[in-house]
């Protein structure tokens, strides 16, 4: 009997958990979440869960996190523990988790490494992999330039180079790449990778933040051959780099023409629209970090797409709404919202990816249409 079928207890650590509780839940797993957002809809998901102290702008301190963990572990006997984003930078709390559980993830060093902006540079190079020129010191001509935070995940911490960042932020420049966000998601066993699938990303530009994450949309629609050559791609750098478990890579796609951007080893946004009835992703991912590959391909149904709703207009006392199904990630009632500031994540499925596109506009569409009445926030 597998450790899941016996309804084993899993710590999960991730700026927001919803989505990796929602994935162990489906697997048989007893989710025991510490995040930041606390949502509703998670702490329906979970067996426990718990609010760290902090924000995304902040991300984690490894005190208060430890100190939510030991609370959720005690007397839960958990299996280990699987962590999302929110821990690229912050590998000394890696190594922390990693010496206090069992960690279903990639280790701290393998995150360290593939994280690192000219580590990443020269495995592209050792691979013969496009990726686009970096550098410590701003350009002279910084005009098709990016400035990056060593360790971000997802959009936000992108800006065009010279745009005003904090003194303390540890950054890097990139030269801006042309093609279309591809996103690759694959399963490794610290020797070999087997391909899950690929998705398009967009984004939901802001002033502040040009390259903010908007939403994703599987199948990709990209081609057999191209499909393929990222499947190569993933397969030599997982090799190369010992990955276990789920990791994405981000590419942009123009043509024939292949540019690796970066490399997310761990579960990351596309698990909403990876989702399935049987659990077989998280097991999938609890099974590579333990060193087995799934016996066949995962294969999942027709379209899905997932995005980010943000408010139109500040929110000072969240109403209490009556949450459609499709709707997860959902602000708590009397949460006081800036403008910009996520509402929800919106889901849809559908035959296809342009009707499951079509869905996502509508429904997000729904959201902040029936959110129009709060005006000067009043609850209802």
Sequence with gaps: MSSSEAGAAILIAATSGRALAAAAR???YRPL???????????????????????????????????????????????????????????EILEELARRWTIFGNAPEVVRRVKDPFELAALCRSLGVRHPEISLDMPHRPRNWLVK????????????????????ENVYYQRVASGEPISFL???????????????????????????????LRPAECGPRLEARLAEIATAIARQCKLRGLNGIDFLVDGDEIVLIEINPRPGATLDIFEDR????????????????PERPLEFEGAAAAAIAYARRPIPCMPTLDWPDWAADRQKPRS???????????????????????????????????LEHIGNGAAS
Excluded at 191 to 196: K, L, M, P, R, V
């Design 26 to 28: 489906r697997t048989g």
């Design 33 to 91: 979440v510490a995040d930041f957002f606390d949502d509703g809809d998670t702490r329906i998901l979970s067996e426990a869960n718990c609010a760290v102290a902090g924000d995304l702008g902040s991300g984690f301190e490894k005190a208060a996190l430890i100190e939510a963990l030991e609370s959720l572990a005690r007397g839960a006997s958990p299996l280990g523990l699987v962590y999302g984003a929110g821990f690229e930078d912050r590998i």
């Design 149 to 168: 935070t060593i360790g971000g995940a997802g959009g936000s911490h992108v800006a065009p180079a010279g745009a005003q960042r904090a003194e303390s």
């Design 186 to 216: 694959f399963v490794a066993d610290g020797a070999d990778a087997q391909a899950i699938g690929a998705s398009r990303q967009w984004t939901a530009p802001t002033g502040d933040e040009p390259f903010r994450f908007g939403g994703s």
């Design 278 to 293: 049987e659990g077989s992703l998280f097991q999938a991912h609890i099974d590579g970090c333990l060193g087995r590959l």
């Design 336 to 370: 006081a919202l800036n403008l910009d500031d996520p509402l929800c994540t919106v889901k849809a499925h559908a035959a296809l990816p342009g009707d499951a596109r079509k869905l996502i506009a509508e429904r997000t569409a729904f959201i902040l249409d029936n």
